[in-house]
C-alpha cells in the first residue's frame, strides 16, 4: 500500500550532505533523501556554512539553516550558566532554544506541516513550538544517560561545567521526551535506556539507521604491512577513548604475532591525548577528505568501542565497503549483522586482539567476511527500509489522533 503523502518539517543539526565528514551529516542526507521522494519536505538545519546537497536541496520544498548564537567569551559563559540554571545543556545554549523555537514556529504557521521531526535530542525544546493538530517525532541519535557513561571515565580534571551539564542534558531528555508523540531510538539498548523517562502517552520505537551502500566495495584485503584502521569523529568521547584502548592495549598484542602491522586513526578533532599516541607504527591523521583511501587500504577495520549509544555509522560505513571488520557488542548494537558472517565481534582487549590476529593470518577469511559484509549492507542497510518504518510510524500516530 502506498504511503500517504505528508508535509514534513525536518529539524537536523547537521546539514544533509552525502559526503560529509561526520556521520551525522551523511546518515540526514540519507534519510532526507528518502523523505523528499515521498513526502513534501522542508528542511531546517544548523550549519549555516554547509551547502545541502544540490540534488536534495531540489527535491526538497524549501531548505533553511540557522545560525548558532554568537557572542563573546564572557556572553557564552552567561548564556550557557543562564541555560544551566533553566536545564538546558551548554549545546542547547550554543545553538540558542529560543530563537530555534521561533523559527519553528514561523516555518510551521507558513508551511502548515503534518509532521515535525527532530532529529536528535538536542533540539528537542523546537518540538515545544510545533503547535497544535500536528505528529511530533523526536529521533534520539545517543541518549544522554550513554553520554553521561561517557563522561566518567574522564571525571579527573574534568570542568565542573562539565559535570553539570550531564546532569542537566539528563533532565534536558526527560522534558522533551515528553513534548514528543513518538520517540525514535536505533537500538533495543537505548530503548531499554529511555523507556523509564518516556510517558505512556508517548510512542517508543526501534528503526535501525540505513546508509549509503556504494555500488563497487573496496579491497577485501588491503595493502602490506598489513593495517588497521580506526575511523570517528572525536567530538564523541566514546571515540576517544575506543582509539586510545585499541593504540595502548590492543595493537601491541597484535604486533606481537605481526610485528610489522601498522594502525591509522582517522576523524576530525583529535586531542592531544590521541595526537600523542603517534609513532613509527602508528598515524593520527585527523579530518581527511574522505575516509575512502584509508579503508580501501586497510587488511582490517577496528571498532573496539566499549561505550556510548546510538549506532556506529563507521561500522555501517565499513561494513557497505566490503571491509573485514573486528567490532565490540556495543559497537555493532542495533545491526543484524552476525558474527563469523559479515563481521568478528569481540570485547576485551585480548579477544579484540586475537580476533585481529587471526584475520591478519588469514585473507581468505578476510575475503569472506568481506563479501557477506557487502551482501548483508545491499540488503539490510537500504534508506527505503527506514523510510518505511517511519511511514508505519506516521500512520500509527495519525490513527491515535
Not at 82 to 94: I, K, Y
Not at 122 to 132: C, K, N, S, T, V
Not at 240 to 266: F, G, M, N, S, Y
Request: overall charge positive; proline content about 5%; hydrophobic content about 50%.
Amino acid at each position: 500500500m502506498a504511503a500517504v503523502r505528508r508535509r514534513i518539517l525536518l529539524l537536523s543539526p547537521f546539514a544533509a550532505v552525502r559526503d560529509a565528514g561526520h556521520g551525522g551529516g551523511r546518515a540526514i542526507h540519507g534519510l532526507a533523501g528518502e523523505l523528499t521522494r515521498r513526502h513534501d519536505v522542508v528542511l531546517l538545519h544548523l550549519e549555516p556554512g554547509a551547502n545541502v546537497d544540490p540534488e536534495l536541496a531540489g527535491r526538497c520544498v524549501e531548505v533553511h539553516s540557522l545560525k548558532p548564537a554568537q557572542s563573546g567569551a564572557w556572553s557564552r559563559r552567561a548564556r550557557g550558566a543562564l541555560a544551566l540554571a533553566r536545564g538546558r545543556s551548554l549545546w542547547a545554549a550554543e545553538i540558542g532554544v529560543a530563537s530555534l523555537q521561533r523559527r519553528v514556529r514561523d516555518l510551521a504557521d507558513a508551511f502548515r506541516p503534518d509532521v515535525i521531526q527532530v532529529e536528535h535530542g538536542i533540539l528537542g525544546d523546537a518540538l515545544g513550538a510545533a503547535g497544535q493538530g500536528r505528529l511530533r517525532v523526536l529521533t534520539v541519535h545517543d541518549p544522554a544517560l550513554s553520554q553521561r557513561e561517557s563522561l566518567a571515565l574522564r571525571r579527573e580534571g574534568l570542568p565542573l561545567a562539565h559535570r553539570l551539564d550531564a546532569a542537566v542534558s539528563l533532565r534536558q531528555e526527560r522534558r522533551v521526551l515528553a513534548l514528543a508523540d513518538a520517540v525514535v531510538v536505533f537500538s533495543e539498548r537505548d530503548r531499554m535506556l529511555l523507556a523509564p523517562a518516556t510517558p505512556p502517552s508517548t510512542q517508543l520505537v526501534t528503526i535501525a539507521l540505513g546508509w549509503d551502500v556504494p555500488a563497487a566495495g573496496l579491497d577485501p584485503v588491503g595493502v602490506q604491512p598489513a593495517t588497521l584502521v580506526f575511523v570517528g569523529s572525536f567530538v564523541h568521547p566514546p571515540n576517544v577513548e575506543a582509539a586510545v584502548t585499541l593504540a595502548q592495549r590492543i595493537l601491541p598484542r597484535v604486533r606481537v604475532k605481526h610485528p610489522h602491522a601498522r594502525l591509522d586513526i582517522v576523524g576530525t578533532s583529535p586531542p592531544a591525548e590521541v595526537r600523542a599516541l603517534a609513532c613509527e607504527f602508528l598515524e593520527v591523521h585527523g579530518s581527511v577528505s574522505s575516509v575512502t583511501p584509508y579503508l580501501d587500504r586497510a587488511a582490517v577495520v577496528v571498532a573496539p568501542m566499549a561505550i556510548g549509544g546510538g549506532m556506529r555509522v563507521k561500522v555501517l560505513e565499513a561494513l557497505a565497503a566490503g571491509k573485514a571488520v573486528v567490532a565490540s557488542s556495543r559497537a555493532v548494537e542495533g545491526l543484524t549483522a552476525r558474527s563469523g558472517r559479515e563481521l568478528l565481534v569481540a570485547d576485551g582487549d585480548a579477544d579484540t586482539a586475537a580476533a585481529i590476529t587471526r584475520l591478519l593470518a588469514d585473507e581468505q577469511l578476510r575475503r569472506r567476511l568481506a563479501a557477506g559484509a557487502r551482501t548483508w549492507a545491499l540488503r539490510e542497510l537500504a534508506w527505503s527500509t527506514m523510510a518505511d518504518r517511519y511511514d508505519e510510524l506516521y500512520a500509527r500516530l495519525g490513527a491515535t489522533r
